[in-house]
């Protein structure tokens, strides 16, 4: 399986260490994905993000969190088409694992918890599960996600 990564941070215009993309390469193939990815991983002006939204060649767009206080994160993050919001943050995904709905885009981590927990076959009905946190990114998914499966 071919992955091609962009990774580009406008603020710091660095390249990431080798690490880094390994780390990513690993994260792909834990999900099993079986098509080639193109992920960017950005910090761009609302313009850009729609060019990256029309894109054929770019299948999702992670924009890289926390912004600067300067930047009004729902307003860059609401200009991502809900099919390439890599990290389920827009208003229509977040809409969508609320009511269940299959076209939903779970965040990695949330994902990644859920996978480990059908991996060990860790049974979630009619159990209590403490989700630490509360952030849009890591707590309120999993606790939805936990809710959903109950």
């Keep these: 399986m071919k992955h091609e990564i962009l990774v580009y941070n406008k603020t710091s ?3 990431p260490k080798k690490f880094i993309v390994q780390t990513i390469l690993k994260i792909l193939s834990f999900l099993k994905l079986k098509q080639p990815v193109l992920l960017a991983v950005l910090v761009l002006k609302k313009t850009e993000i729609k060019k990256l939204n029309s894109d054929l060649q770019t299948d999702g767009i992670i924009v890289q969190l926390p912004l600067p206080l300067t930047i009004d994160r729902l307003a860059v993050v609401e200009v991502i088409a809900p099919e390439k919001d890599v990290d389920g943050l827009t208003a229509v995904n977040l809409k969508r694992v609320w009511e269940r ?10 994902r990644g918890i859920l996978r480990l927990l059908d991996h060990y076959k860790i ?8 989700v630490v946190g509360r952030s849009s990114l890591v707590g309120k998914p999993t606790a939805l996600a936990l809710l959903n499966r109950d």
């Design 123 to 130: 049974p979630l009905n009619g159990s209590r599960a403490v």
């Design 13 to 15: 215009q660095k390249t």
């Design 101 to 110: 709905e299959p076209k939903a885009i779970l965040p990695a981590t949330a």
